[in-house]
């Protein structure tokens, strides 16, 4: 007979009805097989005075599993496991069972281009970053008091539903406005699709662009994810010198006349990794290229609103004129990246292909967010805090080069006009292997430096973020960093 007073146990205090956590356990007996299909139950009366229930709870808890069907009652007979049941693997009587297990029962593709080793964080430990926005600076009471007012107004039913793959009609709307004012595009509502950050928007373009073997351009140094983004699509990945002045379009030139290209991803305003802004005869000489040879370029625009020395540079889209630019930005890198809002522009045909593309990985994205940052940009509040970063990082970045400066025996850098990171080379004697081991022992982690050089080109750079750090932090950091390399030196 099972032990039924040893194994059905109940908690008084549980938020769920104590029937239902009656009804699970015995649910999970007759997965398990210690329960088999045809099985008596005792009597609602017997099963109470076994368990020490009460009778009602009992027949409440049958009543429940035989309208699951996992019971079946045959009358003057008594309650039954169901006799279709099939039977599961049994496990041991007493064994915990697992209900999904670390190993998944089927076969599936891995995608091991994009398995990033993130550490644990630890608050005593110094973690060196890409270039990432100060978190803590964000105004999250004005954004939250924006979210509050909306939410409590009458016509929030409207953001409640399901809405356009597009986004919001009236964050495009102020967009479009926002940033005819800021870059310069020239744009319509129809040129424009949110996103949940400039990721989507590349992820967008590529399943649209790109057949299995077909070429695209990259950097010869280009932004990881991205990458991984082309491979994961199959495409074949060409890579293009960058030096100062960006990617080489004289380079993509020749690619073009060897190749059929369809597209080229670039970051024109900070390339990813190495800071360098592509000039301007670069810019129009792209777009000529990118014209005459009919391909398309992914313009991934991640830092436009940090800028020290100068006005920023146009992106590539305000020059386009033959519809040749997909053109991603985002708020995400601006204000912080829990908010996932991001935006695709590009021709009108194309948006409306991504959009309906779109709906069959996130059918569309947080309406209510979505009108809260329409607000927030609308009211002037973007502006204000992109105004008070940029005064902020260009302090950090100031500070980063006075001790680096200092450092100049091991590093070779050049100060970045704007972004959030310095392009940050090691001189040759020494190598990111050997620093990287060491700096732990300083408590300072340099993170996944190879990701950097996936092409194996042994630039021997990482990148440096400032942005995110303080005042206290930097010289924390650079202390770390200072003995990490006094080490390096004396090996």
């Known amino acids: 007979?099972?032990?039924?007073?040893?194994?059905?146990?109940?908690?008084?205090?549980?938020?769920?009805?104590?029937?239902?956590?009656?009804?699970?356990?015995?649910?999970?007996?007759?997965?398990?097989?210690?329960?088999?299909?045809?099985?008596?139950?005792?009597?609602?009366?017997?099963?109470?005075?076994?368990?020490?229930?009460?009778?009602?709870?009992?027949?409440?808890?049958?009543?429940?599993?035989?309208?699951?069907?996992?019971?079946?009652?045959?009358?003057?007979?008594?309650?039954?496991?169901?006799?279709?049941?099939?039977?599961?693997?049994?496990?041991?009587?007493?064994?915990?069972?697992?209900?999904?297990?670390?190993?998944?029962?089927?076969?599936?593709?891995?995608?091991?281009?994009?398995?990033?080793?993130?550490?644990?964080?630890?608050?005593?430990?110094?973690?060196?970053?890409?270039?990432?926005?100060?978190?803590?600076?964000?105004?999250?009471?004005?954004?939250?008091?924006?979210?509050?007012?909306?939410?409590?107004?009458?016509?929030?039913?409207?953001?409640?539903?399901?809405?356009?793959?597009?986004?919001?009609?009236?964050?495009?709307?102020?967009?479009?406005?926002?940033?005819?004012e800021t870059r310069g595009i020239k744009l319509s509502i129809d040129n424009i699709m949110i996103t949940r950050g400039s990721q989507m928007g590349i992820y967008l373009a590529t399943q649209l662009l790109i057949n299995p073997g077909e070429i695209i351009l990259v950097g010869e140094t280009n932004y990881v994810s991205a990458d991984y983004t082309f491979v994961n699509a199959n495409a074949r990945l060409l890579r293009i010198p960058v030096d100062e002045y960006g990617i080489d379009t004289k380079a993509v030139e020749v690619a073009c006349q060897k190749n059929a290209?369809?597209?080229?991803?670039?970051?024109?305003?900070?390339?990813?990794?190495?800071?360098?802004?592509?000039?301007?005869?670069?810019?129009?000489?792209?777009?000529?290229?990118?014209?005459?040879?009919?391909?398309?370029?992914?313009?991934?625009?991640?830092?436009?609103?940090?800028?020290?020395?100068?006005a920023p540079i146009l992106p590539l889209v305000s020059h386009d004129i033959h519809g040749q630019v997909i053109y991603t930005g985002s708020l995400c890198k601006t204000v912080a990246p829990t908010f996932r809002i991001g935006y695709m522009i590009a021709a009108k045909q194309f948006i409306a292909e991504a959009a309906d593309i779109r709906r069959y990985i996130d059918r569309q994205g947080d309406p209510l967010l979505e009108a809260t940052f329409a607000n927030f940009i609308k009211s002037g509040s973007l502006n204000r805090h992109i105004?008070?970063?940029?005064?902020?990082?260009?302090?950090?970045?100031?500070?980063?080069?006075?001790?680096?400066?200092?450092?100049?025996?091991?590093?070779?850098?050049?100060?970045?006009?704007?972004?959030?990171?310095?392009?940050?080379?090691?001189?040759?004697?020494?190598?990111?292997?050997?620093?990287?081991?060491?700096?732990?022992?300083?408590?300072?982690e340099i993170g996944e430096w190879q990701r950097y050089d996936i092409n194996n080109n042994g630039h021997n750079a990482i990148r440096l973020g400032f942005a995110s750090y303080n005042d206290e932090e930097i010289e924390v950091l650079f202390d770390r960093l200072r003995r990490t390399m006094e080490d390096q030196a004396v090996v």
């Open 1 to 180: 007979m099972i032990p039924y007073k040893t194994i059905l146990h109940v908690h008084k205090n549980a938020k769920q009805a104590i029937y239902l956590q009656l009804a699970n356990q015995l649910i999970d007996l007759i997965k398990t097989g210690v329960l088999l299909p045809d099985t008596k139950l005792p009597s609602s009366r017997v099963m109470a005075e076994l368990i020490g229930l009460h009778r009602k709870t009992i027949v409440a808890c049958y009543d429940e599993l035989l309208i699951q069907g996992w019971l079946v009652s045959i009358p003057k007979k008594g309650t039954f496991v169901h006799a279709e049941l099939p039977l599961l693997k049994p496990n041991a009587l007493g064994e915990t069972h697992q209900s999904i297990p670390d190993t998944a029962g089927f076969k599936f593709y891995k995608r091991d281009q994009s398995n990033r080793i993130l550490p644990p964080q630890d608050k005593d430990i110094t973690y060196i970053n890409d270039g990432v926005t100060d978190v803590r600076l964000a105004p999250i009471q004005e954004i939250a008091q924006i979210y509050r007012s909306i939410s409590h107004s009458r016509t929030v039913a409207k953001y409640l539903g399901y809405g356009a793959t597009l986004g919001n009609v009236e964050l495009r709307n102020v967009l479009v406005t926002y940033l005819n």
């Open 261 to 310: 290209v369809k597209a080229i991803y670039v970051t024109s305003h900070h390339h990813h990794p190495t800071t360098k802004t592509m000039s301007a005869e670069r810019r129009l000489h792209l777009l000529n290229l990118a014209q005459e040879y009919k391909f398309a370029i992914i313009e991934d625009d991640y830092d436009y609103d940090f800028h020290y020395n100068h």
């Open 387 to 444: 105004n008070k970063t940029i005064k902020v990082y260009r302090k950090r970045r100031d500070l980063f080069v006075s001790h680096l400066n200092e450092m100049k025996e091991y590093f070779e850098f050049d100060i970045p006009a704007g972004g959030m990171a310095f392009w940050l080379k090691l001189k040759p004697k020494y190598n990111w292997a050997d620093v990287a081991a060491s700096a732990r022992k300083h408590k300072l």
